[in-house]
């Protein structure tokens, strides 16, 4: 079992909807999950950490995490064509003080 | 605002040679961390190092070293570059106070011919 499992995708949706991107995550001991945004060709970007059960909303962006299921999503509001990326689930090992980063979900989001 | 620079953009280089990348925060952050990027492995951590002169092997050190003696730099050394190092190098960093979060400078392409 991968430590932090996405799917690769794509995930396509119509300009103006949701979009939900899932990770989960083996280490029952993290206490720290984060999004990021990676065009193609550039470099990740953070665009949200969460680190409490629930919901943290910034902008278009809503972080969900549930801790019990070992599962955190991302879920961007109004599309838009230019939030179309790959998008990495990285959560903070209890042990080892290192990022541990799923394989990534590429969304597209369509005109 | 977070700053974190890496040398070079695109860099090609022959097989056998040395390559340096380098890596500069100025965020004063204590922790760095080299990591490499391939399609379909996803990121993969090289070398890592807690603050200064400190340096910790992370998932695939093996043809790679590292040197970090002043807080705000951290170079990635290929002693001898082979084809199989060609990837997207990323550079991130991350300040004991901001709970794993890590900025990643804007990478280097290297290709190895």
């Known amino acids: 079992q991968k430590e932090v499992e996405q799917n690769s995708g794509p995930l396509s949706v119509p300009e103006g909807a949701i979009a939900s991107l899932n990770c989960t995550y083996s280490?029952?001991?993290?206490?720290?999950f984060f999004w990021y945004r990676q065009y193609s060709g550039k470099s990740p970007e953070l665009i949200m950490s969460?680190?409490?059960?629930g919901d943290k909303e910034d902008g278009r962006f809503t972080a969900q995490l549930n801790k019990a299921s070992q599962y955190v999503s991302l879920l961007i509001r109004d599309s838009q064509p230019s939030d179309s990326a790959t998008y990495l689930c990285a959560v903070g090992s209890s042990n080892t003080g290192k990022l541990i980063f799923g394989q990534g979900t590429t969304l597209q989001v369509k005109p | 605002d977070v700053k974190v620079t890496q040398s070079s953009r695109y860099l090609v280089k022959r097989t056998g040679e040395k390559v340096f990348l380098e890596c500069v925060q100025d965020m004063d952050h204590e922790n760095m961390f080299w990591y490499r990027q391939d399609p379909g492995l996803g990121l993969r951590l090289i070398y890592f190092s807690y603050d200064v002169k400190m340096k910790e092997k992370g998932d695939i050190p093996e043809g790679y070293s590292v040197s970090r003696e002043k807080k705000e730099r951290f170079s990635l050394i290929l002693e001898s570059a082979s084809t199989n190092q060609t990837s997207m190098y990323l550079c991130a960093s991350r300040g004991l106070a901001s709970s794993y979060e890590q900025y990643f400078g804007p990478g280097t392409r290297l290709t190895v011919t």
């Open positions: 969460i680190y409490s059960n």
């Open positions: 280490d029952r001991g993290s206490q720290s």
